[in-house]
C-alpha cells in the first residue's frame, strides 16, 4: 500500500521557471492537502481540496496554483519560482476535512525538496 | 498571534526520563488535537490524537487535554534516544476546518 505518492524528491528550479509537484493517495481519501515547510519551522497549509472538484486557499497560496485532477491526485503548480518558494513541500490526504474528530487522520507523502536558485 | 503556539526547544532529557512537551492553542472551536512526529528530514506521522477533557495514554505516550485552558501536552515516560524528533501539535477547527499545526518542539533524548 503506498498511501501518499509525491515527485518529484529533489528538484533544482531556476527563478522564473514553472513546474508541477505531483500526488496521489490511494486511501480512497476525499481531502487533500499541500503544505511547506521551511527549515526549523512548522507545516504552513498552502491550499487544500476537501473534495473532489473543490480547491480553496490556505495559509499561503501566492505563487501557487493547485487542481484536484481526480479523486487520487492533486497537483501543485509553481507558475514563476521565487528564491521565497526554496522549501520541502508535503502532500498530504484524509478520510474527510479537519474538524470532524475521530478518524480523521492526516497521511503525509515523503515530502519534495525545491530549491530556487 | 499565532493560532498554535509551542516552545521550539530544543528540549533535552536524559534516557529513561519523562519528557513533556506543551502546546496552546487560540481557537475556541477546536475539538481534536493531534501529536505528529517528525525525524529528521522525513514526514510528519501521527502519535496521537485526543478528543476529550482528560489524559489519554498509548503505551509510553500521554496526551493531556485541557479546553478551557486551550492547552494540550504530550508527555513520554522513559524517553528512549529514538524518541529525538520534532513534534508537532496540529488542533482542528482553523482555517475552514483545516489542521493547523504549531512550529513543533525539538526533543533530545541523550544516552
Known amino acids: 500500500n503506498a498511501g501518499v505518492t509525491q515527485t518529484p524528491k529533489f528538484q533544482v528550479l531556476k527563478t522564473g521557471q514553472s513546474m508541477t509537484l505531483q500526488c496521489a493517495q490511494d486511501?480512497?481519501?476525499?481531502?487533500m492537502y499541500w503544505y511547506r515547510q521551511d527549515p526549523g519551522m512548522g507545516l504552513r497549509l498552502i491550499y487544500y481540496s476537501a473534495s473532489e472538484g473543490t480547491t480553496d486557499k490556505g495559509e499561503v497560496p501566492n505563487g501557487y496554483n493547485v487542481s484536484r485532477l481526480n479523486k487520487r491526485e492533486f497537483s501543485l503548480r509553481l507558475e514563476s519560482a521565487a528564491p521565497s518558494q526554496t522549501s520541502v513541500y508535503f502532500c498530504a490526504s484524509s478520510r474527510i476535512g479537519g474538524g470532524l474528530g475521530s478518524g480523521n487522520t492526516i497521511y503525509f507523502g515523503e515530502g519534495s525538496w525545491l530549491t530556487v536558485v | 498571534q499565532k493560532e498554535v503556539e509551542q516552545n521550539s526547544g530544543p528540549l533535552s532529557v536524559p534516557e529513561g526520563a519523562i519528557a513533556s512537551l506543551n502546546c496552546t492553542y487560540s481557537?475556541?472551536?477546536?475539538?481534536?488535537f493531534f501529536w505528529y512526529r517528525q525525524y529528521s528530514g522525513k514526514s510528519p506521522e501521527l502519535i496521537m490524537s485526543?478528543?476529550?477533557?482528560g489524559d489519554k495514554e498509548d503505551g509510553r505516550f500521554t496526551a493531556q487535554l485541557n479546553k478551557a485552558s486551550q492547552y494540550v501536552s504530550l508527555l513520554i515516560r522513559d524517553s528512549q534516544p529514538s524518541d529525538s524528533a520534532t513534534y508537532l501539535c496540529a488542533p482542528d477547527g482553523n482555517a475552514g476546518n483545516m489542521l493547523t499545526f504549531g512550529g513543533g518542539t525539538r526533543l533530545m533524548v541523550k544516552p
Open positions: 486511501m480512497n481519501h476525499n481531502s
Open positions: 485526543i478528543y476529550s477533557n
Open positions: 481557537d475556541r472551536v477546536s475539538q481534536s
